[in-house]
């Protein structure tokens, strides 16, 4: 049994279904109670659950997070909402030294069972502070997962299992699907395991690398290269840490070709560590170099006219996948 | 400033001198950390409280079991007073496989959920948002547990100290704050990182006590923190006493402290907790050559054990330099 829902309301749907399973489950952050959240995730949660369960902050994103941390070391199950992912960088101390660190620090004597939800990404015109990607700074850290959902299935799912997940997640979920994504989503409790990228589109000639908000132009572009006869797999990564070696290269064995692409800056995301694993460990399968589509190393501009001229999108991987294919 | 109130308290002779063990104890153990870093036995940093045992004694001894502690980087004390092993946190400062982060890191920077204790980090004050998170639970809970969260005055101008107390007075946690103000933050005196004289004072901003207490008395220090614990027990929301003290070492066992003067060092060594603290409990009668002897004994023979213990546990081994990343 399946139902039809947006992003937005899957995500709600997996906080809800995990506080009432879990009593142990919180959420906290700022405009999160009454209000129901700036984009309305959390709405109808405060009625349910109550002051003590869905917990209006103020604006302090350190405290938010080294909270959760707290809590989470007495075994509750937090979820701290960042209100836009560009603010996280005023929790990071907490996330990267305090929450990242702690199981190792203790001897493995403890875990931190929480989630920090971030929305991220741009193409509605945030700007600077509304707009980010940051999800490289936490690939970056061990200690930490990070995943990064595109469509109401896997924003529930992977919700589900970060949630239940020990260790701190960093849970990705782009504005730009909120209420543009909409899709079937399972009834009860399916979990999308943390660690396991999905074959969107099945493909011969090259695998294309992708996730979050970019999987949607990655199949357009895709479908248009069939139609030249070169067949694309797309492989939506899901978690961006730990990633799906075994699913990468096992396309990539298949194809020999490679394009990566991303919504973040080029210059040392996610796009270059996977180009790196691919070159150290598959270099003997590869039939051309690896390929980038990427947001330029620059800031994400308020005017959409600045803006849609560097988000990637469905011409800017096709031209990057007949490049590709031509090797 | 404000007044906390008082709890009226009677201490037993032997609690008298359970406490001034406590005092002795580790008192002994930094400066033998001390020698042992000169030795080159012990290679990490060492950041000793020696002077400020008192607010480390004074506000442990006041603790339940069921109470979290958030200590700083030098209140190794409050590990051993809630309750890890003198010898596993020799290991631990040795950076042996026996000590509690099993040779991730030294110093202070590990934690033991069983015993209530979360270590903090090198990010000064880093710790306190993490105490409030600590405190939501024990609210949450409606039990009357209390979170008591240690730092510097030098961590007093952190953005992380003003979010914690903030969210402290705001949902009224559990919380007692404990400031050891030592005069230094590593080279910085008070009068060049704060605009005011008190820590005690930013209190008021969070909607709650603040107190500035003699953070060398023993007994003020305990009396202050049982009335800020029943406070808090009761439902009061958070309390901040902020402890007077001096740290008589450098900021770390590397540095030397020429920035402050022999003159203020010598003013400040005449205020030591312990002699005070041993003059009081020989003239109540309390402490006797004889049991003076005895519990000096019992301090060397405890350090000596635990320096044994430490120096021949083995290393860790390397593949876990690579461990205990993830739960799963």
């Known amino acids: 049994m399946s139902k039809e829902l947006s992003y937005l309301e899957a995500i709600r749907e997996a906080l809800v279904e995990e506080m009432r399973r879990d009593a ?156 543009r994504a909409k899709g079937p989503v399972p009834e009860g409790d399916e979990i999308v395991p943390i660690g396991v990228a999905a074959t969107r589109r099945e493909g011969r000639d090259a695998t294309l690398l992708t996730y979050g908000a970019m999987v949607t132009p990655s199949l357009e572009a895709a479908d248009l290269l069939a139609k030249e006869g070169v067949e694309v797999e797309v492989i939506d990564l899901r978690t961006l840490s730990p990633f799906d070696k075994a699913a990468i290269f096992h396309s990539v064995e298949k194809t020999s070709r490679v394009l990566i692409v991303h919504e973040d800056v080029k210059t040392l995301g996610i796009g270059a560590e996977l180009s790196a694993v691919i070159v150290e460990e598959r270099f003997d399968r590869l039939d051309a170099p690896v390929l980038r589509v990427t947001y330029p190393d620059t800031h994400c501009p308020f005017s959409s006219v600045l803006e849609q001229a560097n988000l990637p999108d469905t011409s800017t991987i096709v031209e990057a996948l007949r490049r590709l294919a031509a090797y | 400033m404000p007044t906390i109130k008082r709890t009226k308290f009677t201490l037993a002779p032997e609690q008298l001198l359970e406490m001034f063990y406590w005092l002795k104890l580790i008192r002994a153990f930094d400066e033998r950390l001390s020698i042992l870093v000169r030795q080159g036995k012990v290679k990490s940093g060492v950041y000793t409280g020696i002077g400020q045992e008192a607010i480390i004694v004074g506000t442990g001894y006041a603790l339940r079991k069921a109470d979290y502690v958030c200590p700083l980087h030098r209140d190794l004390g409050t590990f051993l007073i809630k309750g890890v092993e003198p ?61 008591v969260a240690y730092f510097g005055e030098g961590a007093s101008n952190v953005g992380d100290f003003h979010e914690a107390l903030n969210f402290a007075g705001v949902q009224h946690l559990p919380i007692v704050f404990i400031c050891e103000n030592n005069q230094y933050a590593f080279s910085v005196p008070v009068e060049k990182s704060m605009a005011i004289d008190d820590v005690a004072d930013r209190a008021a901003s969070y909607g709650f006590d603040g ?118």
């Open chain 1, 24 to 179: 142990k489950v919180f959420v906290l952050g700022e405009d999160v109670g009454a209000y129901g959240g700036a984009f309305g995730v959390t709405q109808g949660l405060h009625d349910e659950f109550g002051d003590m369960r869905v917990i209006d902050t103020p604006i302090s994103e350190s405290a938010i997070i080294g909270v959760s941390i707290g809590a989470a070391l007495r075994g509750y199950r937090p979820v701290a909402e960042m209100q836009f992912a560009d603010f996280i960088s005023c929790g990071f101390d907490q996330i990267v030294n305090q929450a990242a660190t702690l199981r190792y620090r203790y001897g493995g004597r403890t875990s931190v069972p929480m989630v920090v939800r971030a929305p991220n990404g741009g193409g509605v015109s945030g700007g600077l502070y509304h707009s980010q990607n940051p999800e490289a700074w936490f690939v970056h850290r061990p200690g930490l997962k990070v995943v990064a959902p595109s469509t109401p299935f896997d924003a529930k799912g992977l919700l589900k299992a970060a949630i239940r997940d020990d260790d701190p997640v960093v849970y990705f979920e782009h504005k730009f699907l909120y209420r």
């Open chain 2, 211 to 328: 107190v500035a207490i003699n953070g060398n008395d023993v007994l003020a220090v305990y009396q202050s923190t049982q009335g800020a614990l029943a406070r808090a027990r009761r439902g009061e929301g958070p309390t901040l006493i902020e402890c007077k003290t001096y740290r008589w070492h450098g900021h770390s066992e590397h540095d030397k402290a020429f920035y402050r003067s022999d003159e203020e060092l010598a003013m400040w060594k005449s205020r030591d907790p312990i002699p005070t603290f041993t003059t009081y409990l020989q003239a109540r009668k309390v402490l006797t050559d004889d049991n003076l002897k005895e519990i000096e004994a019992r301090v060397t023979t405890t350090i000596d054990d635990a320096v044994d213990f430490a120096t021949s546990a083995p290393d860790p081994r390397p593949e876990d330099a690579i461990t205990d990343l993830y739960s799963s």
């Open chain 2, 87 to 147: 010898r596993v946190m020799m290991a631990q400062m040795f950076g042996k496989s026996a000590g509690l982060s099993k040779g991730r890191d030294s110093a202070l920077h590990s934690g033991v959920s069983e015993l209530g204790i979360f270590g903090s980090t090198s990010m000064l004050g880093a710790n306190l948002p993490v105490a409030a998170g600590l405190g939501l639970t024990f609210k949450m809970e409606h039990t009357d547990s209390v979170v």
